[in-house]
């Protein structure tokens, strides 16, 4: 089984900042992507950042120069560094991993998971 923890969610003044972490444990063999999805009440959950195994980084036009994607992989751990935050970006923060699990020696997936999320809020 495979959990993951997220942390840094709070209240910001609009143009403040807040970092988001998210940590995985458990039979971890390999994590390939990692992920932070927002979502608020009504709507779709929407894709915000994508970091690849490799580095490749994507993210949704409307956070991008703002927000930055990082991972340790010795820690299994994503970060979202939020710059410049705006009202708008006030939402449920979930990250989502794809795990590769190990199992009495065999390896399995990779397999979606996703954090508890960590509610950011934008207002002065």
């Known amino acids: 089984q495979v959990q993951l923890v997220e942390s840094g969610g709070g209240l910001v003044q609009p143009g403040g900042s807040l970092r988001l972490s998210c940590a995985a444990s458990?039979?971890?063999?390999?994590?390939?992507?990692m992920h932070w999805y927002r979502q608020t009440p009504g709507k779709q959950r929407e894709m915000v950042a994508t970091?690849?195994?490799?580095?490749?980084?994507n993210y949704v036009e409307s956070v991008k120069g703002r927000f930055t994607i990082s991972r340790d992989n010795a820690k299994n751990t994503v970060y979202l560094q939020m710059n410049s935050l705006k009202p708008e970006d006030t939402a449920m923060y979930y990250c989502k991993m794809n795990v590769f699990t190990i199992r009495v020696g065999l390896t399995s997936g990779p397999y979606d998971y996703w954090g508890q999320g960590t509610q950011v809020t934008v207002s002065s």
């Open positions: 458990g039979s971890i063999a390999s994590i390939y992507a």
């Open positions: 970091i690849g195994s490799g580095g490749t980084i």
